[in-house]
C-alpha cells in the first residue's frame, strides 16, 4: 500500500489513493475462503426468507378462510333473526372454533 503522500505522488490524486487504500483494506478484512462463507450465509437467509413469506402467505390465506366462515355465520344469524327465529340456534356446537390456536410444532 504505502505512503498517502507518496502515492499521491505517483497517482495525482489523494481520492484515489485512499480508495485504493479502502479496497485493500476490504480485501484483506475477508479470510482465505471467507467469500463462500459469506454466499453460503446469504443464500441460508434468503432460504429463510423465501420461508417466511410462505407461512405468512399461508397465514393469511387461513385467516381469509376463517373470515368467510364468520361472515357465513353471521348471515345465517341476520337471516334466523330476520324470520323471526332465535339467532342463537344458528351457532354452530361447541367444537366451532374460529380462530383455533397456532400450531406450534414447527
Known sequence: MGNIRARTRECGSRRK???SH???AAAAAVPEGGEDRI???LERLMNSVDQLREEIAMGFERMDNRFDDIHALVQRMGQRSAAGESWVSALPGPSFRPFPPADRSS
Open 39 to 41: 454466499l453460503q450465509m
Open 22 to 24: 479502502r479496497a485493500a
Open 17 to 19: 489513493v485512499r480508495a
